[in-house]
C-alpha cells in the first residue's frame, strides 16, 4: 500500500500572498518547494503527497496546480476559493476541471466570525463543491466544532476531511469540550480527521506522552479507518522534523495492527480524497 502524506505546503516568498508567513517565523520565512522535500519523502519512505493551501488566493491554487502538474509525487492538490464571492460556483467549477484539485479549504481558523460556514450565501459554494467531488477541508480550532457538526448535519454528502485534529489545546494540557465535540462529530458524521498539526500546538520541549491522551481519543472514536495521517510540513518543523513526527507516530500507534497503521499512513488518503495516480494527475 503505498504511504501517503496527506498534508503538506509548499510557497514562494516573492508571490506576496501569505500574509500569515511573517519574518517572526524565521525558521520557515523562506521558500519551500518541491526540491526541499524530495530528500525527506525519500528517506521516510512515503510514495505520494497531498499539496494544501496556505495563502487565501486562488493565485495560489494555480501555482500548486502547476507543480502538480510537474512532480508525479503530488498526488492531489487542496486548494481555496472565496467561498463568499458571488463568482464562487464558476471558480470551483472551473478549478475542478485540472484533476490535481482534490478539495477545498477556506481559512476557517483567521475568520472572527466562529459561525462564519453557516452563512446562507456560502450554500450555493459548499452544493458547488460536492458537486465538483471535491472534498471540504475543514481547517477548524475547538471553538468551531460546534458550527461545523451543524455545516455536515445539512451537508451529509460532503466528503469531509478535519485538518490537524481541529487544533487541540496540547500546550494547556486541554481535552474537555474538544473530546466531546470530536466525538460527536465522529459518531453523528463520516468526516475523516487528519493526524497531522498536532506538535505545533504542544509545548516546545513536548514529549511522546504529551501527544498520546489526544491521539488516543482520536482513534477511539473516529478510529482507523478516518484518520489520515499529515506532515503538516514544514510548519512541523518548527517543533520537529519530518523525520521525528513520523517516527513519534509509529510510537503512537504501535497497538495497531500492521494493516491499521498501513491504513492511517496512506490508504485512507484515498477515500478521503479522489487519489491521483502519477499517470492520472498528468491528465
Not at 146 to 170: C, E, F, Q, W, Y
Not at 182 to 207: H, N
Not at 220 to 227: A, I, Q, S, V, Y
Request: with cysteine; aromatic share 8%.
Amino acid at each position: 500500500m503505498a504511504r501517503i502524506d496527506a498534508h503538506q505546503h509548499f510557497w514562494s516568498l516573492e508571490r506576496g500572498d501569505y500574509g500569515w508567513l511573517t519574518p517572526d517565523k524565521e525558521p520557515i520565512y523562506r521558500d519551500f518547494l518541491p526540491a526541499d522535500l524530495k530528500p525527506l519523502l525519500a528517506a521516510a519512505g512515503i510514495d505520494g503527497t497531498i499539496l494544501v493551501q496556505a495563502a487565501p488566493t486562488v493565485a495560489e491554487t494555480e501555482f500548486m496546480l502547476g507543480l502538480a502538474y510537474e512532480e508525479p509525487f503530488i498526488r492531489g492538490v487542496v486548494g481555496w476559493v472565496d467561498f463568499e464571492d458571488p463568482s464562487a460556483p464558476e471558480d470551483i467549477a472551473r478549478l475542478a476541471k485540472q484533476s490535481a484539485l482534490v478539495g477545498l479549504r477556506p481559512m476557517i481558523q483567521d475568520i472572527a466570525d466562529d459561525n462564519w460556514m453557516l452563512r446562507e450565501e456560502l450554500v450555493t459554494a459548499f452544493d458547488t463543491l460536492i458537486a465538483a467531488d471535491l472534498t471540504f477541508d475543514a481547517l477548524t480550532l475547538p471553538r468551531h466544532l460546534s458550527a461545523l457538526r451543524t455545516l455536515l448535519a445539512r451537508h451529509p454528502n460532503m466528503r469531509t476531511v478535519i485538518d490537524h485534529g481541529s487544533k487541540p489545546m496540547i500546550r494547556d494540557g486541554v481535552l474537555d469540550g474538544w473530546d466531546k465535540d470530536m466525538a460527536a462529530l465522529a459518531s453523528e458524521t463520516s468526516a475523516f480527521c487528519k493526524l497531522s498539526g498536532l506538535v505545533t500546538e504542544a509545548r516546545a520541549d513536548w514529549t511522546v506522552d504529551d501527544l498520546r491522551p489526544y491521539v488516543d481519543h482520536l482513534l477511539d472514536t473516529f478510529g482507523p479507518d478516518r484518520l489520515v495521517w499529515g506532515s503538516d510540513w514544514p510548519v512541523c518543523t518548527l517543533a520537529g522534523s519530518y523525520g521525528r513526527w513520523l517516527d513519534v507516530t509509529g510510537k503512537l500507534l504501535s497497538g495497531l495492527t500492521v494493516d491499521e497503521t498501513s491504513a492511517i499512513l496512506g490508504g485512507n488518503a484515498a477515500r478521503a480524497y479522489r487519489m491521483q495516480t502519477p499517470e492520472s494527475a498528468m491528465a
